[in-house]
């Protein structure tokens, strides 16, 4: 809901460029995570650390993956939370829609893996159509506002790219979930769709942002995706941006589902505990934190940790694991 106005603050209209280059950088580097997936047979990363580096030095890089799975959890889970008591829920205590987000989040990793993926299939097809209300916000564009392109510093293209990674992050579950997926041949394909189809969405959304809201007022808008969709009027809804967060449960809800499955599937791995408790470890430190970052600015610093340090995990580490397995000849 906020990535237009990140993107436009940094690079202006040439928003578009930056997603366009960032979903070429996305398409290499998931090249490299598959091409050092297949080495490894039916591994996932976890257990690639172990053979690559040894159990002790393994261990420590797993604890480091765990930690960033629980922050990316609880920033997605704060974000949303943020949006829920600023949009008409003033007042209520934010510990109070955590702990409903971490008890369904728990619930629904119980299930198992088959469970985690039923659940990202049926919350895509229960909010695709939220994207058919973008044609009721034609009438509103100016098109001047997209010129002039091509203006935009290499430098704040790059600082774009950065802030970009937050809104595409979760293609890297895949190195946690390859040994599940029967055809592996087609990996790559439908993993690249999903990329693609994100970076699409975003693109769209971007643009349709820059024409809709003048410059000064986009810079300013916390959430112009949702203050576009307060236009929508129904014989039936007068305040449908209501209907719209309410919605937005279920596209956080696969995110945390598939966060909380793997950074237990971790705390298996490195801790040895049976992963339903490690399921409760982490609800009971997120539900901690809960208590600790829960207003706006901390939320929003929280955010920008998470996506720096996603950035150096998933988009720099790939690499230098690609490297390594080329020198051990694996």
Request: charged share 15%; net charge positive; glycine share 6%.
């Amino acid at each position: 809901m906020g990535i237009p106005r990140v993107l436009y603050q940094e690079t202006k209209q040439d928003a578009w460029i930056v997603i366009i280059l960032s979903g070429l950088i996305l398409s290499f580097i998931l090249l490299i995570m598959i091409y050092t997936l297949k080495k490894f047979n039916d591994k996932d990363l976890f257990q690639i650390h172990g053979i690559l580096f040894g159990e002790i030095i393994g261990k420590i890089i797993n604890t480091i993956l765990i930690l960033y799975f629980l922050s990316a959890f609880y920033s997605i889970m704060s974000e949303y939370i943020e949006l829920v008591i600023s949009w008409g829920n003033e007042g209520v205590y934010y510990w109070f829609p955590a702990f409903v987000l971490i008890v369904l989040s728990i619930y629904g990793v119980f299930g198992g893996v088959k469970v985690v993926a039923g659940i990202c299939f049926i919350t895509f097809w229960f909010t695709f159509w939220l994207i058919l209300l973008l044609p009721l916000t034609f009438d509103h564009f100016i098109f001047e506002r997209i010129a002039p392109i091509f203006n935009t510093p290499v430098v704040d293209i790059g600082q774009g790219m950065l802030k970009t990674t937050y809104s595409l992050l979760g293609f890297e579950c895949i190195l946690f979930i390859y040994p599940f997926v029967k055809d592996k041949t087609k990996v790559f394909r439908f993993t690249l769709l999903g990329i693609w189809f994100t970076l699409l969405l975003m693109l769209s959304l971007t643009i349709v942002s820059i024409l809709f809201f003048s410059p000064n007022h986009l810079k300013h808008t916390i959430w112009p995706i949702l203050n576009m969709m307060s236009i929508v009027r129904l014989p039936f809804i007068e305040r449908f941006e209501y209907i719209a967060v309410s919605f937005w449960i279920l596209i956080i809800y696969s995110n945390l589902t598939l966060f909380l499955w793997i950074a237990s599937k971790g705390i298996k791995r490195v801790f040895k505990l049976r992963q339903k408790k490690g399921v409760y470890v982490s609800g009971i430190l997120i539900f901690i934190l809960s208590f600790v970052i829960n207003d706006r600015d901390s939320t929003e610093k929280f955010s920008d940790f998470v996506n720096y340090f996603g950035f150096c995990l998933w988009i720099c580490y790939p690499i230098f694991l690609f490297l390594i397995t080329k020198v051990k000849k694996v």
